[in-house]
């Protein structure tokens, strides 16, 4: 149905070339999200305005015809449409998704989860800009650093699954804690800031499952990304996952390119240092 939410699709870590196109963001200047595009867009070659909330949120004037709208204001919404056709892309917090029949009732409408990363969101863009298979490498926009320094939880009771997992997310520039079940990850929890997990589904003591549906009932790590590691890929297998409040899924096994793209859509912008 149109209110299904179907798990990201994985994008591979790729050089990332130069786009074109004019984006409006409409936000409030709280937000940040402003500052977070105005970092990114123009080295990316897109041209970048800003609209103001501030004051009336049901009265938004464009001033401009973009080739996308970009606003994390959902009540924004329906004063937007009607002064424009060109795709929204609405930024909102994960689990805040906007129903089926009102993404449908605002059509074009695509909507990303916060925090952004930095690659899903390109994809977007290339895709929503008309430019997803151009072929143009002329010129590229500057490359973000190899080196991302992120902090990974890694669930894991095969200790060979874990020597695997954790050789290749250190080639990746990631630090590795491992936990050999669900109680023993929400202990190391914590203890400290993570910025993605990596959670078997089936493990003794505390399954996946459990552990996913404690971190989200706890309501303390509303924006920490779950991936689900799992051997079972069917459609009822990602739907437990995202009943368990999971994030995505990564089949195993897995290789190094499929484990950097998940990296690329989950963690933020601001912590790819």
Known sequence: SGAELPLPVHVSAVTQT???????????????????????????GVDLKRRSI?????????????????TDCPECLFAIRPTTPVPILLVTAYGNFMPGEQVTALAP????????ARNALYHTLRRVLGQEETGVRDTKAPEQTAQRMARVLLVEDNPVNQLVAKGILGKLGCEVIISSH????LEQLEQGHFDLVLMDCNMPVMDGYEASRQIRSSGRWPNLPIVALTANAMP???????????????????RRAELAGIL??????????
């Open 18 to 44: 130069a786009l074109r196109g004019r984006v409006t963001v409409v936000s409030s200047a709280g937000s940040g999200l402003v500052e977070l595009l105005g970092n990114l867009l123009p080295t990316w």
């Open 236 to 254: 009822d297998e990602r739907e437990r996952c995202k009943a368990a409040g999971m994030n995505d899924y990564l089949a195993k096994p897995f």
């Open 182 to 185: 669900g109680g023993e990850a």
């Open 109 to 116: 409408l695509q909507q990303q989860a916060r925090p952004l």
């Open 264 to 273: 690329d859509q989950w963690i933020p912008i601001a912590d790819i240092r």
């Open 54 to 70: 501030d004051d009336r949120p049901e009265d938004v004037d464009l001033d401009s015809s973009p080739d996308l709208v970009i």
